[in-house]
């Protein structure tokens, strides 16, 4: 197809408006709808692979209407009455049928295309020091779903010419999808789908993001890049397909790639969704280690961290922790965060930490070193007040001054200071051996998750 066929087609086709209409849906949505994709550490624009991951998740509604939009496209010739004068001309039926495909999937394509720059131009306008093209291959995949469902949906409309076709293929392809991804969520570790975990990935759809450090194996490429060739090569044929006989065998290229997709594609969620090795390597400054992935915080926190450390050292001697590391350890929703003997594990979801910057932060870290969360904390994950309490006392014992109520949590002032005075008119009581033994003890039970750390301030008492 040359340059003018293309021009006429985009005049004369809803190619054109099917591309802006991919367009403006998508940025409508992410800029105007409120939700995860604007929040936390895995906000659409914060890194490369959470931006092609948050406009891959797009698919979900995407997808069907690309599928809806290609049939359309397909009953252009039924609708006008001209499809039988078309037979008759000499012009072999394939070259009219990749004139109409190759439009429409262009116009799609290249609207996608401009959704993930306008991504790409703000995560450019950030502070990201790990750059990488892993992220590639996720939006690659992303415009041939939108193409393949748009080809195929104008096979189906060629075969099947009616008024109803376009919105029955639009709903089929939804009910589809949301049925292979039915429960694809992050309450475990990894996202999970009620459905086989192969069958699940015909959808190329993704889950929400939780954790900028997961991206998509190689195999869920592989597997889902046949698959949706396959869709798209099954579409083709169609359009070109002038007998029963010719339409039956056009089904022969998607049934095939299906096939060997499921072959190809992973079983366990633990082989879909990996950790980035080189966005989980850390980055230091002495004791003070990030991600890569977050490597400009290193900056912001490596004094503030030395501080901390320093601190605890005073506070717990040879329990003491010895560095501070960012957790990579994927986990659930309101599961048990990462934990170590040896080092102050961070998260930055967790805005107690994300959100403090200098003698706060000292704070914060202190907090954390002194009494490690057992419960998360998170924009969607409240924690635990006694254990925000038990931070701030442990953190003010520590720094020689009076306990602040923590800032980033969901429980608020008051709630945090009807836990803490009692307590802290109580330790601060005691001689100063006696609360280094309660600090410790404190220690001891928020690290194993064992006790209330609280409790352990108050002699053990049952809070």
Known sequence: MNLRILRIELRRSVALWAGAAVLVLSLAFLHLVSGPWWKGTA????????????TRYLLIFLG????????????????????????????????????????????????????????????????????????????????????????LGMGVARALPSVLTPPA??????????????????????????????????????ASVRDTLLTLSPAVHLGQTLWLLGMAATGLALLAAATPRARLLALCPLLAAGAAA???????????????????????????CVTAARGARLAGLAQPGREALRLLRGALGDQ?????????VPRALAGTPERSQAFVILDFDDAVIGDARGEGLTRAVVGQGIAPTCAPRSDTESGRVNEAAAQSIGAAWVLGDTPRPLDGTMHGAKEQGDEIRPVWAEFTALPRPEQQLRIRAMHAAALSCSGDPLAALAGGAVR
Not at 95 to 120: E, M, P, Q, Y
């Open 43 to 54: 906000l659409w624009t914060a890194q490369w692979t959470s931006m092609a991951l948050w």
């Open 262 to 288: 499921l072959l190809l594609l992973p079983a366990h969620p633990r082989d879909t969704y990996v950790v980035d090795r080189a966005a989980a390597a850390q980055v230091c400054d002495g004791p003070v």
């Open 169 to 206: 293929l639009a709903v089929a392809a939804f009910l589809l999808t949301s049925f292979l991804r039915q429960n694809q969520t992050s309450e475990g570790a990894l996202p999970t789908s009620a459905v086989p975990n192969r069958l699940s990935l015909l959808a190329p759809g993704v």
């Open 64 to 151: 069907p209407l690309a599928v809806g939009l290609g049939a359309l496209q397909g009953l252009r010739d039924h609708r006008s009455k001209v499809s039988e004068l078309l037979t008759s001309t000499p012009r072999p039926a394939r070259h009219r049928a990749a004139a109409l495909a190759g439009t429409t999937a262009f116009a799609l394509v290249s609207a996608f295309g401009l959704l993930v720059l306008v991504g790409a131009v703000q995560v450019l306008a950030g502070d990201v020091p790990y750059t990488h093209l892993g992220w590639l291959p996720v939006s690659l995949v992303a415009a041939l779903a939108l193409a393949a469902g748009a080809v």
């Open 320 to 328: 003491a922790p010895g560095g501070l590391h960012e957790t990579t």
